[in-house]
Protein backbone atom coordinates (compact mmCIF):
# COMPACT_ATOMS: atom_id res chain seq x y z
CA UNK A 1 0.00 0.00 0.00
CA UNK A 2 0.96 4.02 -0.63
CA UNK A 3 0.72 6.31 2.34
CA UNK A 4 2.07 9.42 2.93
CA UNK A 5 4.01 10.15 6.53
CA UNK A 6 1.48 12.35 8.88
CA UNK A 7 3.99 12.15 11.60
CA UNK A 8 7.20 10.27 12.68
CA UNK A 9 9.73 10.36 15.62
CA UNK A 10 13.15 9.78 14.46
CA UNK A 11 14.79 8.51 17.68
CA UNK A 12 11.73 6.24 18.73
CA UNK A 13 11.84 4.67 15.04
CA UNK A 14 7.65 5.24 14.98
CA UNK A 15 5.52 6.95 12.29
CA UNK A 16 2.03 7.55 11.36
CA UNK A 17 1.16 7.15 7.66
CA UNK A 18 -1.67 8.19 5.84
CA UNK A 19 -3.50 5.43 3.26
CA UNK A 20 -4.33 5.52 -0.10
CA UNK A 21 -7.50 3.82 0.26
CA UNK A 22 -8.78 6.73 2.83
CA UNK A 23 -9.23 4.24 5.36
CA UNK A 24 -8.08 3.88 9.12
CA UNK A 25 -4.49 5.38 9.49
CA UNK A 26 -1.43 2.68 9.58
CA UNK A 27 1.10 3.05 12.08
CA UNK A 28 4.70 2.08 12.32
CA UNK A 29 7.21 1.07 14.67
CA UNK A 30 10.80 -0.53 13.86
CA UNK A 31 11.46 -3.39 16.16
CA UNK A 32 14.46 -4.68 14.17
CA UNK A 33 17.70 -2.12 14.27
CA UNK A 34 19.32 -3.32 11.11
CA UNK A 35 16.04 -2.32 9.32
CA UNK A 36 16.54 1.58 10.02
CA UNK A 37 14.01 3.23 7.61
CA UNK A 38 13.96 7.24 8.27
CA UNK A 39 10.78 8.70 7.43
CA UNK A 40 9.57 12.48 7.83
CA UNK A 41 6.38 13.76 7.77
CA UNK A 42 5.62 14.21 4.17
CA UNK A 43 7.61 11.69 2.76
CA UNK A 44 5.59 9.51 0.10
CA UNK A 45 5.98 5.71 1.07
CA UNK A 46 5.10 1.96 0.14
CA UNK A 47 4.64 -0.69 3.01
CA UNK A 48 3.58 -3.89 3.38
CA UNK A 49 0.22 -4.08 5.95
CA UNK A 50 -1.71 -6.02 8.41
CA UNK A 51 -4.73 -5.95 10.52
CA UNK A 52 -3.90 -6.75 14.26
CA UNK A 53 -6.60 -5.54 16.90
CA UNK A 54 -8.78 -3.30 14.62
CA UNK A 55 -5.79 -1.78 14.35
CA UNK A 56 -3.53 -1.36 10.84
CA UNK A 57 0.32 -1.76 11.02
CA UNK A 58 2.56 -0.67 8.40
CA UNK A 59 5.65 -3.28 7.76
CA UNK A 60 8.69 -2.85 5.98
CA UNK A 61 8.20 0.81 4.47
CA UNK A 62 10.18 1.69 1.54
CA UNK A 63 10.79 5.36 0.76
CA UNK A 64 9.49 6.38 -2.46
CA UNK A 65 9.61 9.91 -2.59
CA UNK A 66 11.05 12.47 0.61
CA UNK A 67 8.99 15.34 1.62
CA UNK A 68 6.14 15.21 -1.35
CA UNK A 69 3.78 16.51 1.02
CA UNK A 70 4.90 18.32 4.10
CA UNK A 71 1.73 20.46 4.71
CA UNK A 72 -0.74 16.96 4.91
CA UNK A 73 -0.92 16.81 8.70
CA UNK A 74 -1.71 20.77 8.83
CA UNK A 75 -4.14 20.48 6.18
CA UNK A 76 -6.20 17.34 7.16
CA UNK A 77 -6.42 18.49 10.92
CA UNK A 78 -7.78 22.23 9.26
CA UNK A 79 -9.92 20.29 6.97
CA UNK A 80 -11.43 18.26 10.22
CA UNK A 81 -11.61 21.11 12.73
CA UNK A 82 -14.80 22.54 10.31
CA UNK A 83 -18.06 23.48 12.61
CA UNK A 84 -20.87 20.14 12.16
CA UNK A 85 -24.78 21.40 13.30
CA UNK A 86 -26.21 18.59 14.75
CA UNK A 87 -30.19 17.94 13.28
CA UNK A 88 -31.70 17.62 17.13
CA UNK A 89 -30.22 21.24 17.47
CA UNK A 90 -31.30 23.16 14.34
CA UNK A 91 -34.78 21.62 14.29
CA UNK A 92 -34.92 23.22 17.65
CA UNK A 93 -33.48 26.80 16.95
CA UNK A 94 -35.07 26.96 12.85
CA UNK A 95 -37.39 23.67 12.24
CA UNK A 96 -35.46 22.76 9.76
CA UNK A 97 -32.92 19.56 9.52
CA UNK A 98 -29.45 20.59 7.64
CA UNK A 99 -27.96 19.20 4.64
CA UNK A 100 -25.43 16.60 4.97
CA UNK A 101 -22.32 18.04 3.01
CA UNK A 102 -20.28 16.10 0.99
CA UNK A 103 -16.40 14.97 1.57
CA UNK A 104 -13.88 17.31 1.65
CA UNK A 105 -11.35 16.58 -0.64
CA UNK A 106 -7.74 18.00 -0.02
CA UNK A 107 -6.28 18.95 -3.45
CA UNK A 108 -2.89 16.72 -3.17
CA UNK A 109 -1.47 17.38 -6.34
CA UNK A 110 -2.74 21.09 -6.73
CA UNK A 111 -0.60 21.73 -3.45
CA UNK A 112 2.42 19.71 -4.45
CA UNK A 113 3.09 20.94 -8.21
CA UNK A 114 2.56 24.47 -6.93
CA UNK A 115 5.61 23.97 -4.51
CA UNK A 116 7.77 22.00 -6.10
CA UNK A 117 7.00 22.14 -10.06
CA UNK A 118 7.61 18.46 -10.24
CA UNK A 119 6.43 15.61 -11.94
CA UNK A 120 4.05 13.55 -10.60
CA UNK A 121 5.66 10.87 -8.34
CA UNK A 122 3.00 8.60 -8.60
CA UNK A 123 4.42 7.97 -12.17
CA UNK A 124 7.78 8.35 -11.53
CA UNK A 125 9.00 5.45 -9.12
CA UNK A 126 7.57 3.12 -12.38
CA UNK A 127 10.07 4.96 -14.86
Avoid at 49 to 62: D, I, L, V, W, Y
Wanted: charged share 25%; proline share 5%; net charge negative.
Amino acid sequence: MFGVVLWSDEQEQKAVTWCEDHGDLAFYRNTDDSNTCDLDAGDWVHFDMTMERSQRFAHNPKLIHEGVYPDLAVALSAASVKPTIHAASARQENSVVPRRESAQVIPLMAHRTARRGAADPVHAHQA
